[in-house]
C-alpha cells in the first residue's frame, strides 16, 4: 500500500474530497431546477471545509496529501460559485477577474517556492478570505433564489430581512476579496524573500 493511497483514505481526506463532488452537484442541481436541493447539498458541501480541518486535528492525520486536496476543494467551490452567480447575474465577470488574477499569482508564487524548496503557508487573512467568500456566496444565492420565487422560506419573507441578507452577502464578497489580496501580498513577501535569497 502506497503513502498516497494510505493518506488518501483518511476520514478528513475522503471529506476533503467529498466537497468536490459536492459542490459540482449542487451546481448541476440548482441549475436544473432543483433550487432547495442544490442550495443544501452546497451548504452540506461547504461544511465539510470545517469538519476536515478538525478531525485531521482530533486524530492527528493531518497529511501533506490533505493540504493539496483541501487547497483544491476550497477553489473549486470558490470558482464553481463565482461562475453561477455571473451566470445570475448576481455579481459581474469583472469581480470574477479579480479574484482569478490573484489565484493564478499565488498558484505561481507556491509553485516557485516548491520548485526551490521553500513553502508558502497560508495564513489568517487566507482563512478570512474562504469563510467570507463562502458566506458570501450562500447568502447571495438564497437570497436571488428568494427573490425569484425558486423557494419560499417564512421567517425570510420580509423584505427587511431580505435586503439585509444580501448587503451581508455582498459584504461577503467583497471582504473576502479584500481578504485575498491581504494574504496574496503576503504570499508575494515570501516569494521575494525566497527569489532575493537565491539571488544574492
Same mark, same amino acid.
Given at each position: 500500500?502506497?503513502?498516497?493511497?494510505?493518506d488518501l483514505r483518511t476520514v478528513p481526506n475522503l471529506l476533503s474530497l467529498s466537497?468536490?463532488?459536492?459542490? #459540482?452537484?449542487?451546481?448541476?442541481?440548482?441549475?436544473?431546477?432543483?433550487? #432547495?436541493?442544490?442550495?443544501?447539498? /452546497?451548504?452540506? /458541501?461547504?461544511?465539510?471545509?470545517?469538519?476536515?480541518?478538525?478531525? $485531521?486535528?482530533?486524530?492527528?492525520?493531518?497529511?501533506? &496529501?490533505?493540504?493539496?486536496?483541501?487547497?483544491? /476543494?476550497?477553489?473549486?467551490?470558490?470558482?464553481? #460559485?463565482?461562475?453561477?452567480l455571473v451566470k445570475l447575474e448576481v455579481t459581474t465577470v469583472y469581480i470574477f477577474m479579480i479574484y482569478i488574477f490573484r489565484e493564478m499569482v499565488v498558484?505561481?508564487?507556491?509553485?516557485? $517556492?516548491?520548485?526551490? *524548496?521553500?513553502?508558502?503557508?497560508? @495564513?489568517?487573512?487566507?482563512?478570512?478570505?474562504?469563510?467570507?467568500?463562502?458566506?458570501?456566496?450562500?447568502?447571495?444565492?438564497?437570497?436571488?433564489? &428568494?427573490?425569484?420565487?425558486?423557494?419560499?422560506?417564512?421567517?425570510? $419573507? @420580509?423584505? @427587511?430581512?431580505?435586503?439585509?441578507?444580501?448587503?451581508? *452577502?455582498?459584504?461577503?464578497?467583497?471582504? @473576502?476579496?479584500? $481578504?485575498?489580496?491581504?494574504?496574496?501580498?503576503?504570499?508575494?513577501?515570501?516569494?521575494? #524573500?525566497?527569489?532575493?535569497?537565491?539571488?544574492?
Amino acid at each position: 500500500q502506497t503513502r498516497f493511497l494510505r493518506d488518501l483514505r483518511t476520514v478528513p481526506n475522503l471529506l476533503s474530497l467529498s466537497r468536490i463532488v459536492l459542490v #459540482a452537484l449542487s451546481v448541476v442541481l440548482y441549475l436544473k431546477g432543483y433550487v #432547495a436541493e442544490g442550495l443544501i447539498v /452546497g451548504v452540506v /458541501g461547504g461544511l465539510t471545509d470545517y469538519l476536515d480541518g478538525y478531525i $485531521a486535528r482530533k486524530t492527528n492525520t493531518s497529511t501533506e &496529501l490533505g493540504e493539496v486536496i483541501d487547497r483544491l /476543494g476550497d477553489l473549486f467551490l470558490e470558482i464553481l #460559485a463565482f461562475v453561477l452567480l455571473v451566470k445570475l447575474e448576481v455579481t459581474t465577470v469583472y469581480i470574477f477577474m479579480i479574484y482569478i488574477f490573484r489565484e493564478m499569482v499565488v498558484l505561481s508564487a507556491r509553485q516557485y $517556492a516548491s520548485n526551490h *524548496g521553500g513553502n508558502l503557508k497560508s @495564513g489568517i487573512f487566507g482563512k478570512v478570505k474562504t469563510n467570507f467568500l463562502g458566506y458570501g456566496f450562500g447568502l447571495l444565492l438564497v437570497h436571488y433564489s &428568494l427573490m425569484n420565487g425558486s423557494i419560499e422560506i417564512g421567517f425570510l $419573507a @420580509g423584505e @427587511g430581512i431580505r435586503d439585509g441578507m444580501e448587503k451581508l *452577502g455582498y459584504v461577503g464578497l467583497y471582504g @473576502g476579496l479584500v $481578504a485575498s489580496y491581504i494574504s496574496g501580498t503576503q504570499y508575494m513577501g515570501g516569494f521575494l #524573500a525566497l527569489y532575493n535569497g537565491e539571488k544574492s
